[in-house]
Structures are given as structure tokens and as C-alpha cells.
């Protein structure tokens, strides 16, 4: 290898040692927000069993869909309504 592709595989190494930087920042960043919305969300689903709801979802789906997103791993299990349009996710399927 002659010295300028040392140099220049030098210049690419130390391109992709930036740009790695760059990314993990970004995830890390990341991460710290999704951290704090999973402690928002955690914080809700345990006080909302103690609020009236006047709103048009019912506690109990509202939890369903926070449960859902904490742990989405989880499959969303259905409303019973199985009209397609489940706040759950079933998209129709029978219980």
C-alpha cells in the first residue's frame, strides 16, 4: 500500500469512526426519550383506574393500547366488538 492509500484509508476510517459517533449519539438520545415515555406512560396506566373518563375510549382500552406499548412483544388482545376497527388491533378476529 502506497501513502496515499494509506492516506486515504486513514481518511475513511476515521470518516466511519465519525459517523458511528454521530449515530450513537442519536440512539442515545433516543433511548433516554423513550425511556421517559415509557415511565409517563407506567405513571398513567396506574392512576387512571382511580379517574372517572368522560372521554369516548374506556379506561380499560386506554390501558390496553398503554400495555401495548410498553411491551410490544405483546399481542393486543381484542375488544369484543371484532367490527374491524378494534382499538386493540384485532382487525376483526374472533375472540
Known sequence: MNSAEKDQADQLDSDLIAIVAALQQRLTVADQRVD???????????TLPHL??????????LIREIDAALNPTLKPTCCGACCGACPAGCIGAKP
Do not use: Y
Open 52 to 61: 372517572e373518563s368522560p372521554a369516548k375510549i374506556s379506561v380499560r382500552e
Open 36 to 46: 421517559e415515555l415509557e415511565g409517563l406512560l407506567a405513571t398513567i396506566k396506574a
